[in-house]
T-cell receptor
Framework: EDKVVQSPLSLVVHEGDTVTLNCSYEVTNFRSLLWYKQEKKAPTFLFMLTSSGIEKKSGRLSSILDKKELFSILNITATQTGDSAIYLCAPLNAGNMLTFGGGTRLMVKP | DAMVIQNPRYQVTQFGKPVTLSCSQTLNHNVMYWYQQKSSQAPKLLFHYYDKDFNNEADTPDNFQSRRPNTSFCFLDIRSPGLGDAAMYLC???????????FGPGTRLTVL
């Protein structure tokens, strides 16, 4: 059975801090890993990672995948209150389906 | 703008009373998915359509059915909602099976 574990479960930081969110996975015939941000609505896409060691960046967010150790991290630098959300990682599995992790709830205080 | 639309955004039904949730897309994507997301939990895939081919997840209860009459529309039917079916229901689309999924805003279902 596919398994996705995200840590920490929740995190409270102050504006300007840097955070690192972790995602470890065990997925049959792994193809890629996706990160989503979910506020009080549907998840919005952040990154899709397919190759190990290649960092993807979008503004203050960046992410990297390690296919050997089966994990990914999402970094957010200079956090802002608008970054407060649940961050979901979701590997794409053998059936080409996403399996979502439980998410990390990030709260950024002013 | 191309998008995924879900109606209604909020749905209240009574225990045992059938309900239908609607999803439409203007993206012309081949694949449409239905997820159930309960409070403080990750989205859980119920089923998906690749074109007209229906694919049910093994642990999706029989109480949940789906229809896709054409490329643009997909419906989630809950035949006899129970209190445990109260959740956010998310529809998503993707061009194929191996890439990014685009989510609609969701329908929050309350069962009284």
């Amino acid at each position: 059975e596919d398994k996705v574990v995200q840590s920490p479960l929740s995190l409270v930081v102050h504006e300007g801090d840097t955070v690192t969110l972790n995602c470890s996975y065990e997925v049959t015939n792994f193809r890629s890993l996706l990160w989503y941000k979910q506020e009080k609505k549907a998840p919005t896409f952040l990154f899709m990672l397919t190759s190990s060691g290649i960092e993807k960046k979008s503004g203050r967010l960046s992410s990297i995948l390690d296919k050997k150790e089966l994990f990914s991290i999402l970094n957010i630098t200079a956090t802002q209150t608008g970054d407060s959300a649940i961050y979901l990682c979701a590997p794409l599995n053998a059936g080409n389906m996403l399996t979502f992790g439980g998410g990390t709830r990030l709260m950024v205080k002013p | 703008d191309a998008m995924v639309i879900q109606n209604p955004r909020y749905q209240v039904t009574q225990f045992g009373k059938p309900v239908t949730l609607s999803c439409s897309q203007t993206l012309n994507h081949n694949v449409m998915y239905w997820y159930q997301q309960k409070s403080s939990q990750a989205p859980k895939l119920l089923f998906h359509y690749y074109d007209k081919d229906f694919n049910n997840e093994a642990d999706t209860p029989d109480n949940f059915q789906s229809r896709r009459p054409n490329t643009s529309f997909c419906f989630l039917d809950i035949r006899s909602p129970g209190l445990g079916d109260a959740a956010m229901y998310l529809c998503a689309t993707s061009p194929g099976l191996a890439g990014e999924q685009f989510f609609g805003p969701g329908t929050r279902l309350t069962v009284l």
